[in-house]
């Protein structure tokens, strides 16, 4: 009897045994095959662009703006003069595409730059309806005000000739960029902006 007692607790030891065995065997493969597959990513990561994102917005380079997104570049890093994001940069440009990519990224919607302004004030005020649109159905803050106190829509309410001073002094001095505004084109669009808004 004591040997047969002896037999089951030598087989049940040896099936304990064996199933620690295959346990610890099936967590070394797990763990190797997560350390090959993070090796992979190591491998397949994608490298920052050399240009850098502000550029790339501005000079519609789509192409690096989806390596910078890929790369995993700060979507909403400030740039040092102005204080706008590459989204700001993309609505005051008039880059819907690039805009498109950044907030399908992740990028902040109301983020405001030095002087206040948001994504949503910028393509406002420099009328890019397209923008706007997609801004809005994205559920950005429509009630930010800027350091001038005005919302999105406070921005394109008013008669103008009032602000037409601003946009040439704006035009002048951020034509070098490449931002080429049409006083015409503006002049129409504004009132389809504050209705966009309202």
Known sequence: MKSKTNRLNQFQITKVIRITFLTIALMLTSCKENKISAQDNIKTKVETPKI??????????????????EAGTDINEKEKMGGSTPLISAALFGKTEIAEMLIDAGANLNIQNNDGSTALITAAFFCRPQIVKILLDKGVDKTIKNNYNQTAYDAVVGSFEAVKPSYEALGKMLQPMGLKLDFQYLEKTRPEIAAMLK
């Open 52 to 69: 850098d994102i502000h550029t790339a917005v501005i000079t519609d380079n789509r192409k690096v703006v989806k390596q910078h997104i």
